[in-house]
């Protein structure tokens, strides 16, 4: 009945997760204060958005499953799932690399979750609604954020500009993904496709000021949202779910 | 006026309590103490971000990984707050950093301890923030207005971070068998350095006697030592821990504990970067400060070519 809206509600919070997590390995070693403070505020934006995705997750399992069996909680969701249970796109998993991937990530990200939300605030799901509401001042301030950077760094110095076309080559092949529905997104009512041509024009946009080239037509790689990751997703979570599985019902 | 005027003036100032402010006048080992104290504080807060930092991505839950982020970020900000303060005494950032890696400048030696296991993020927001607020409380009226100033909103987020390591330690003091064993252990290995933090014992202080009288400094380090010793022998009670010094004992003619005496020797050894991770820290200063360099030059170039292209507009 509501299985598709666990798993979409699972896939939004695994995306907020796993990016606030790669993010939060800026922590300390930012390229100057001011920016490891920035890249660690919106890790924390995210893993809020996280929270409260999970929790509803959480609460959507309740109504769904028998009580007897463990309770789900926003935890267990993110620290008892295994790789092939974890919805994020393939994007959002990708290491930082150098700051120009994690600029990059990060505006391909927010620029589609600005219109994500957008939509989102208007879902038949009152929860899905008021989360999407609630977080989209934030995700603007990271769209802002992510497209200055681009900008900055695109036309910067030679160097900057080559780590840029460096980035997009890397990470260009992870944008199509995300506006492929999976069943559950079509389910849900949310159809990324419809707002592609926006994502488009927004990075057409950005990138032409930041003088870096939008590249033609490539193969696309797939199936994050379905739990078929990159080899990297099982070391972010290994980590992420360390104390979890070595020390079972505990509370911290 | 003479120069014997001006300090007789300034020390007049200091003696009425009047802020010293960034314009006025003051003797040149007063600023450059200010600026070898206010740096080292701002480098202290930012190499303190490392060894919590290291539990960011494995913290247990998703409640304690955002608390955490909230922490570590706000340890930035105390950083930024302090550099800030320094460079009203004429240094820059950039040359305050580039002592700091070059080891001219000094930074708090509880930082080149490790963070073995997730209490220890408990016992540094108890016992680490809890010690840096016993001096920090003490600073919000040190005589130097910036610096002063900057220590007012510093501590009070400083003693949030201390009560939220406290309920770190108090959920795992309720725990399992493994989480206790956890907890004790953390605390084992953060007491002494805890009690380090407030420096040599005041028969051995070089710097304090001038410190004292300009202000910069309201108490001795023994006396800020004593007060948080008496503060934490009070708060384990309630985590039902013990602190590993047998001698421990409540005085009731001082009116304060007694305690035993901390290895001097160790103290000094990492002062002089033989710590467990003084290599480590300063080597993951270094390579974020390198590593973000294409970075700054990017962010600088840009900058300027939008100024140029904004005056081309205006011509
Ligand atoms: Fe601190
Ligand atoms: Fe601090
Ligand atoms: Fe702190």
């Not at chain 1, 295994?82 to 990060?106: G, H, M, S, Y």
């Not at chain 2, 190499?47 to 930035?76: C, F, H, T, Y």
């Not at chain 2, 013990?242 to 290895?263: M, S, T, V």
């Not at chain 2, 590593?291 to 507009?313: F, I, L, P, S």
Request: net charge negative.
């Amino acid at each position: 009945m509501t299985n598709y809206l666990i798993d979409y509600t699972l896939h939004l919070a695994d995306n907020a997760l796993i990016l606030g997590q790669r993010n939060a390995e800026w922590c300390g070693h930012g390229p100057v204060l001011e920016q490891d403070i920035a890249i660690t505020n919106i890790s924390l934006d995210l893993v809020g958005q996280a929270r409260n995705f999970y929790q509803y997750a959480a609460e959507l399992i309740h109504q769904s499953v028998d009580k007897s069996t463990h309770p789900a909680t926003e935890d267990s969701l993110a620290y008892l799932r295994t790789e092939r249970e974890f919805k994020n796109c393939l994007l959002v998993e990708q290491p930082n690399t150098d700051w120009a991937q994690t600029i990059l990530r990060q505006f391909f990200f927010s620029n589609y979750q600005f219109l994500l939300y957008q939509e989102l605030q208007k879902n038949n799901d009152t929860q899905l609604a008021a989360i999407a509401e609630k977080s989209l001042k934030e995700v603007t301030y990271h769209l802002r954020w992510s497209s200055e950077w681009v900008i900055r760094l695109g036309d910067g110095t030679a160097e900057s500009h080559q780590r840029m076309l460096q980035a997009i080559d890397e990470l260009w092949r992870y944008t199509g993904e995300i506006f492929t529905a999976a069943d559950y997104e079509e389910e849900a009512g949310v159809d990324p496709s419809l707002f592609q041509p926006q994502w488009l024009n927004k990075v057409k946009e950005v990138f032409d000021e930041a003088t870096l080239p939008v590249p033609e037509k490539t193969f696309m790689q797939s199936g994050g949202k379905t739990g078929t990751h990159t080899e990297h997703l099982g070391f972010i979570l290994t980590e992420l779910q360390y104390i979890q599985r070595a020390y079972p019902d505990s509370q911290w | 006026m003479p120069v014997q005027d001006f300090e007789q003036l300034f020390q007049d100032k200091i003696d009425n309590e009047v802020k010293i402010e960034p314009k006025d006048w003051m003797p040149e080992a007063y600023r450059k103490t200010n600026i070898r104290q206010i740096s080292q504080h701002a480098h202290s807060e930012i190499v303190g971000m490392l060894p919590e930092g290291n539990w960011i991505s494995r913290a247990p839950s998703l409640k304690r990984k955002a608390i955490l982020l909230a922490k570590v970020q706000d340890e930035a900000g105390h950083g930024l707050y302090l550099y800030s303060a320094a460079e009203t005494l004429g240094m820059s950032r950039e040359e305050m950093i580039n002592d700091l890696h070059s080891g001219k400048a000094k930074y708090s030696s509880i930082f080149n301890y490790p963070t073995l296991t997730w209490a220890d993020i408990g016992a540094i927001g108890w016992l680490v923030d809890g010690a840096a607020i016993m001096n920090q409380v003490m600073l919000t009226r040190t005589s130097y207005g910036p610096y002063a100033r900057a220590m007012v909103r510093i501590c009070k987020e400083e003693s949030f971070h201390q009560r939220q390591g406290f309920e770190i330690l108090l959920v795992l003091s309720r725990g399992t068998a493994a989480q206790k064993i956890m907890c004790q252990d953390a605390i084992n290995r953060w007491w002494w350095p805890a009690l380090m933090m407030f420096g040599p014992k005041d028969s051995e202080s070089t710097n304090s006697d001038q410190s004292m009288k300009w202000k910069i400094k309201r108490k001795t380090n023994d006396e800020l030592r004593q007060n948080f010793v008496d503060m934490i022998a009070e708060q384990i009670k309630t985590l039902g821990m013990k602190l590993p010094d047998d001698q421990l004992k409540w005085n009731a003619e001082r009116k304060h504990y007694d305690f035993g005496e901390i290895n001097w020797d160790e103290f000094w050894q990492v002062v002089k970067g033989n710590g467990p991770c003084n290599k480590q820290r300063l080597e993951a200063r270094r390579k974020a400060w390198e590593n973000g360099e294409w970075v700054r030059e990017a962010a600088a170039a840009y900058a300027q070519k939008r100024a140029d292209r904004q005056k081309d507009k205006a011509a």
